[in-house]
């Protein structure tokens, strides 16, 4: 049996001992690449760093990269054989879009591995205005009429059927006001005025504004707009953004521009349109601002009510007692507030209080409370009293300072106050006593020890089993992770199931466009740049999909993107959800064709 054991042993140290040089003998590799060195401001650069020889490496950090914004990423593995040598790579795919013309820098990227550190090339990439990529010619096909009513927009219009094919977009900045007192409101909206059907609106400039703390309003699932009359055109005018700004310097503040970049159709008649992206950025503002007057400085500025209340009248001395302090803002920024404090006296204790802020954003204004519990405890009993507390504020409509005043009041406090109890240190003689407990060590049973555990027979069942893991480990990383999990079939049908899936659970519209996206990404290799109408008909068109089913795949993707912008298509209601539940149906038996014949 002893012969045996060493045997397995010393198998299990040569599987382990291949597993070592399997990984010593490959060489790690770090590389960049793009996928073009000129682009336009309307273009997206794809940039990708490569790892070869290392074993599930973390994603690496692109916190120098300043002159793009990272709008996507995607990651890959795949095993290379080479005359009879394996090599792992692992690829990060990451979708850039500059911020500015000009030649701009991607520095190196930097990965410590094992000690080692490795750094890619460093690129230069020229950026100019519009677009360089080329324009696909459109096939000849008939003229749809537009599949989407007005409920499926981005931006709801009536006007929808006499928009131009001209790109007519713009973007205004406004404010409340142009005068301001520091610290004074100031309601600041940003509208896009478009007569192009909009798919999409996203910022890309960081919207920090120095010299103003910012409160934005959260962004509406739809956004309803109104018609204006601008220069003899009609219009469609949406709000997309809007913030409450609080100056916090005095002088000429500027507010910056902001850059926003957009997905439009461009023809809004026809079901397989283009999407085009363009980029729009706001004027700069500069607002006036001044000081409060002397007697106001320091105050909270707008327009506030005060209270204190305690949660009882009676206590007994060895409780706590809990004050409850509220201000409450109709105009104002709560986040800098600084609430009054009651003083420590002779008869009880304040403790520091547990405050809370929260804002309410309405449709045209901007609230909030600030909640304090202050907790108390009493060193004497009777009628204890509380001053009042004042809570003053500078309102700028009335240009006066407005003192606030809580109620005073008593708390009845009673009962015996108890003694502390205090930590008493063990003393010498007491670690002595516990001396006395090696006596049960003496009087108690010693187990004979000559039999030795790796000798008996469980200790060889042990062995044996973990030999038998470690076996069936080896097996699946170097068996059926490599080769099995990495075959094309297995991929195939693993991608279509998780797919399958994944729409089985969908409950609105706007979640079915992610999905079909990322299988066509995974399926057919295309960016997120790629996918889009034209693309997915030429594609299916390729491997001769059935023309009814490329219609109906982009009618429901097309009808996705747009559904989360528009309420009454999101899918909730007793009718849309029963067409979304057939739609759904008709997708998957619509997918599993596709994928058959999709290579």
């Known amino acids: 049996m002893m012969r045996m054991n060493r045997i397995f042993v010393l198998i299990s140290f040569l599987f382990l001992l291949m597993v070592f040089v399997g990984f010593a003998d490959e060489k790690v590799e770090f590389k960049a690449s793009i996928n073009a060195d000129k682009i336009g401001i309307d273009d997206v650069l794809i940039y990708t760093l490569t790892f070869k020889g290392v074993e599930n490496p973390s994603e690496p950090s692109l916190s120098d990269l300043e002159e793009f914004k990272v709008v996507q990423t995607s990651r890959s593995t795949e095993f290379r054989f080479v005359n009879g040598v394996s090599s792992h790579y692992t690829n990060f795919v990451y979708y850039l879009m500059p911020l500015k013309t000009g030649t701009l820098t991607i520095p190196p990227a930097i990965y410590k591995y094992k000690g080692e550190h490795y750094e890619t090339e460093p690129f230069k990439v020229e950026v100019v205005k519009g677009s360089v990529a080329p324009r696909r010619a459109q096939p000849h096909r008939r003229r749809f009429p537009s599949i989407f009513d007005d409920d499926d927009d981005f931006f709801r219009s009536p006007f929808r059927r006499t928009q131009p094919r001209e790109i007519d977009v713009k973007l205004k900045a406004e404010v409340s006001k142009r005068k301001a007192l520091k610290g004074e409101p100031i309601t600041y909206r940003i509208l896009l005025f478009t007569r192009n059907r909009i798919q999409s609106v996203n910022m890309v400039s960081n919207q920090s504004f120095p010299g103003f703390w910012q409160e934005w309003f959260p962004i509406s699932r739809s956004i309803d707009g109104e018609d204006r009359n601008v220069d003899g055109k009609i219009y469609q005018v949406f709000e997309i953004r809007k913030a409450v700004l609080f100056p916090t310097q005095t002088g000429s ?294 023309d009814s089913d490329i219609k109906i795949f982009i009618k429901l993707k097309s009808e996705s993107e747009l559904s989360r912008f528009s309420p009454q298509k999101a899918g909730s209601g007793k009718g849309e959800g029963k067409k979304l539940r057939n739609d759904l149906k008709q997708l998957i038996e619509i997918l599993k064709r596709i994928d058959s014949r999709v290579k």
């Open 253 to 546: 503040v500027t507010i910056p521009s902001l850059k926003f970049e957009m997905t439009l159709v461009v023809d809004a008649f026809s079901l397989f349109s283009d999407a085009r992206r363009i980029v729009r950025a706001t004027p700069e503002i500069t607002i006036a601002v001044s000081d409060l007057p002397q007697e106001a400085l320091g105050l909270p500025v707008g327009d506030f009510t005060f209270s204190v209340k305690a949660d009882k009248k009676e206590v007994d001395i060895n409780d706590i007692l809990t004050l409850r302090l509220n201000i409450r803002a109709r105009k104002g920024n709560i986040k800098t507030l600084e609430i009054p404090e009651f003083v420590t006296t002779d008869y009880y204790k304040i403790y520091p209080p547990k405050i809370s802020r929260d804002t309410n954003f309405n449709q045209n204004s901007l609230s909030g409370v600030v909640k304090a519990e202050i907790p108390v405890s009493f060193k004497k009993v009777g009628l204890i009293s509380f001053p009042a507390l004042e809570f003053k504020y500078f309102n700028p409509d009335a240009s006066i300072i407005v003192t606030l005043k809580s109620s005073p009041f008593s708390i009845h406090v009673k009962g015996v106050k108890e003694k502390q109890e205090t930590a008493l240190t063990i003393p010498q003689t007491e670690i002595i006593k516990k001396g006395e407990d090696i006596d049960f060590i003496k009087k108690g049973n010693i187990y004979d020890q000559e039999q030795y555990y790796y000798q008996t027979s469980t200790f060889k069942i042990v062995l044996v089993v973990f030999f038998l893991l470690n076996l069936l480990f080896l097996l699946k990383v170097f068996v059926f992770d490599r080769f099995i999990t990495q075959s094309t079939l297995l991929k195939k049908k693993k991608r279509l199931n998780n797919t399958l899936n994944r729409l089985k659970k969908v409950r609105e519209y706007s979640e079915i466009s992610p999905i079909l996206e990322e299988y066509l990404k995974e399926k057919a290799g295309l960016g997120l740049s790629e996918i889009n109408n034209h693309s997915i008909e030429e594609l299916f068109s390729k491997y001769r999909v059935n």
